[in-house]
């Protein structure tokens, strides 16, 4: 991910949401050069030939990143998700990770809490989370839905009382209330 300044365009930084993998990929079958043979078939996606047209090269591969946000208030954080099953808490400032926060399954929505230093957060185990973005600790979970999440809001009503909506492949709406002033200083 860059984080640009809007105004210049100049890059402010970037941030790295996850590295390369290599993947070791099985060679192909070869003609031998036999007249009339059938070509090698073509690569997959994630291959290359190498010079001579052999067998594909080792290739690298990245996990996308599926989601983003940028905290409100005071703080210079920002937060990213990605199919590497993680929520990484950024701070804009320095340009280094806050925080880790695992999943068992890739992250695909996320939405900063309009004061206060939480994320929530969808993944593909159809669970939603609150995170404390100053330690990376899960405060809550928040379960029912039987199909992927595949977006969530985060509203605050008043001092006492927040809101999570969160809408679902499995073709509901679900309403969830909690305190976040009392879940983020216990």
């Avoid at 593909?124 to 839905?145: E, I, K, M, P, Q």
């Amino acid at each position: 991910m860059r984080l640009y300044h809007v105004s210049n365009k100049r890059t402010l930084s970037k941030l790295v949401h996850s590295k390369a993998v290599s993947l070791d990929l099985p060679p192909q079958p070869s003609t031998g050069g036999v007249a009339g043979a059938t070509p090698p078939a073509a690569p997959e996606d994630n291959a290359t030939m190498d010079d001579a047209g052999g067998a594909p090269e080792e290739q690298e591969e990245v996990e996308s990143v599926e989601c983003v946000g940028i905290a409100v208030a005071d703080m210079r954080w920002c937060a990213s998700g990605g199919m590497d099953k993680t929520l990484k808490i950024w701070d804009m400032t320095s340009g280094n990770c806050r925080a880790v926060c695992t999943h068992p399954g890739g992250v695909v929505a996320l939405r900063w809490h309009a004061a206060l230093p939480l994320v929530g957060t969808a993944a593909l185990d159809n669970v939603l989370r609150l995170w404390d973005a100053r330690s990376g600790l899960c405060l809550r979970t928040f379960t029912g839905h039987t199909g992927m999440v595949t977006n969530l809001d985060m509203h605050c009503v008043n001092e006492q009382a927040d809101t999570f909506v969160s809408v679902s492949d499995d073709h509901t709406v679900k309403v969830f209330h909690f305190n976040s002033r009392e879940l983020i200083n216990a």
